[in-house]
């Protein structure tokens, strides 16, 4: 038996969970803290280095004041990590600029002049892509990814690109606060688009660097999810409560720890994730990508493993949406007459249990209106950073539960949208391991299954999945658990949702006609955006 200490960074807040691994993945406690995401009206989305750090600090500070377990009994830290962010570093680490989030789509003109010119095959230069492809089994056709990011800092903040010694994901960066070590984990390198995935840690495409002109000098040395990148440092313990000298590991991203405490680690088996954004990913041993729906399959925790990978950019980000601007006025204030702050009944834990209660009672269809959930854009199957949210079939009837129940519905839709865009390349499972913070709601969990037909599965803690993957990979590295092959064995099921096919019948005709909405709307979203 051992006990790790796992941080989840996510877009907006971290958790920190204190894990015991003996025949189970136990979590024991954990806390979580918010700090802030930056929107800026030029499409920039940045954060606060110092925000997260103090955030880490704090919630670690925090969580051994509530468990028994002492600070000196952890055998190991990990990661789970929001991915595709670029924080360039000086030689001192400390960042030449505000973290750029992956949300950050400013490098319009950037992507444009490195590969959106000449004749393209989905909007990129045919021989770039090609040659992408060979070397790293993907192409970086996003404004939102990383180098792109670190092409427009060069252009526009060349004071603070001329500072910059490495180039850092987010959790590379806290590894640097914690070890002073610049490390990154081979599905962050791959999330680079610049590693050549036939090289393993010696993975840096040079050809790749020179085409894009990136700089290699920036690029840190590549190491495994489950390799140690150092110990504690005197500094960092101190400022975290800990004693120095822990065993600090790669960890992993969000994208590939999620999977991994999801239980899905066997080729074949899917998982669904809803947290901010929303993803479909199932396990291959071989690389394969669908550049006309923009899915590739990434590097993951495991070696000879991929993740087929579809994403769309807001998924639990909606339903806050609907919480601030839909429900607060009428549900929030006042749940069956009574003010929230003088009940002291525990029907309804928070406002989220009790709209998900409210559209229970509405018909599937939601009365026949259809929400679109692109409030920041899209990615997958289509890539457009002016594609926006509607609710489309508003009727006099309409009333707000059936705008509620409209945007869980409008979620899971673009899941199965994502799934079936997967079918064309792989095998998805029939039996589908749905997580995050959305897997907490019954009703969402069966509103996911009577849209797509398949039976969803729910784990143990379905919203602490990464943190769980974080755990997983460190105790590989500490030799408790053989490897990640086994982990599905340390990871229970909950809750298990079978569809219910007439239910089915309904979202059918429904979901032909969402996934028209986006072709119908294209040039008016650009329009609306851009003109």
Not at 399 to 414: D, F, Q, W
């Amino acid at each position: 038996m051992i006990y790790v200490l796992a941080y989840d960074i996510g877009t907006t807040g971290v958790k920190t969970c204190l894990f015991r691994i003996d025949e189970t993945i136990t979590l024991l406690a954990g806390v979580s803290r918010g700090y802030g995401l930056y929107i800026l009206e030029n499409g920039g989305a940045e954060q606060d280095e110092e925000e997260w750090w103090q955030a880490v600090c704090g919630t670690t500070k925090e969580l051994f004041d509530q468990t028994a377990v002492r600070p000196e009994e952890v055998a190991g830290i990990s990661f789970c990590s929001q991915m595709q962010g670029l924080i360039l570093v000086d030689r001192e680490g400390k960042p030449v600029r505000r973290p750029m989030s992956y949300m950050d789509q400013r490098a319009r003109e950037e992507i444009r002049k490195g590969l959106a010119y000449g004749p393209q095959i989905a909007g990129a230069n045919i021989f770039r892509l090609i040659r992408c492809l060979r070397l790293t089994g993907a192409v970086s056709t996003s404004v939102k990814d990383p180098m792109w990011k670190y092409k427009w800092i060069e252009a526009h903040e060349p004071d603070q690109f001329r500072r910059a010694d490495k180039w850092l994901d987010v959790k590379e960066y806290l590894i640097r606060r914690l070890t002073g070590n610049c490390v990154m984990t081979e599905d962050s390198a791959f999330a680079t688009l610049l590693y050549d995935t036939r090289k393993g840690k010696e993975g840096w495409s040079e050809a790749l660097c020179r085409m894009f002109g990136v700089k290699m000098e920036h690029l840190p040395k590549i190491i495994r999810s489950s390799d140690q990148a150092g110990t504690l440092t005197e500094q960092a313990a101190a400022e975290l409560g800990l004693p120095a000298g822990i065993p600090v590991f790669g960890g992993g991203g969000d994208a590939s720890l999620i999977g991994v405490g999801s239980g899905c680690v066997q080729v074949g088996e899917t998982h669904i994730y809803c947290g901010t954004s929303g993803w479909v990913g199932t396990v291959t041993d071989r690389q394969l990508v669908d550049v006309s729906a923009m899915i590739a399959a990434i590097v993951g925790a495991q070696r000879g493993r991929y993740n087929y990978f579809a994403e769309m950019e807001t998924a639990g980000k909606c339903l806050e949406w609907v919480k601030d601007h839909l429900a607060l006025d009428e549900i929030g204030i006042y749940l069956e007459k009574v003010h929230v702050a003088e009940s002291h009944e525990a029907v309804y834990r928070s406002l989220y249990d009790y709209m998900t209660q409210v559209v229970e009672q509405a018909p599937a269809g939601a009365g026949g209106v259809i929400f679109t959930p692109w409030l920041h854009g899209n990615r997958c199957p289509f890539e457009d950073p002016a594609a926006a949210g509607m609710f489309f079939g508003i009727r006099l009837e309409t009333g707000k539960t059936e705008l509620i129940r409209a945007v869980l519905e409008g979620i899971c839709y673009h899941l199965r949208w994502m799934l079936e865009c997967e079918e064309r390349k792989v095998k998805t499972s029939p039996v589908i391991r749905f997580v995050g913070g959305g897997a907490l709601s019954p009703v969402t969990s069966q509103i996911l299954s009577d849209v797509t037909g398949r039976v969803i599965e729910v784990v143990e803690s379905p919203q602490n999945v990464g943190a769980v993957g974080a755990a997983a990979v460190a105790a590989v590295g500490l030799g408790v658990i053989e490897s990640l092959d086994q982990v599905k064995d340390f990871i229970p099921v909950s809750r298990r949702f079978e569809p219910d096919m007439e239910k089915k019948a309904v979202y059918d005709k429904y979901f032909e006609v969402f996934k028209k909405l986006y072709q119908s709307n294209k040039k008016i979203f650009r329009r609306l955006q851009y003109e």
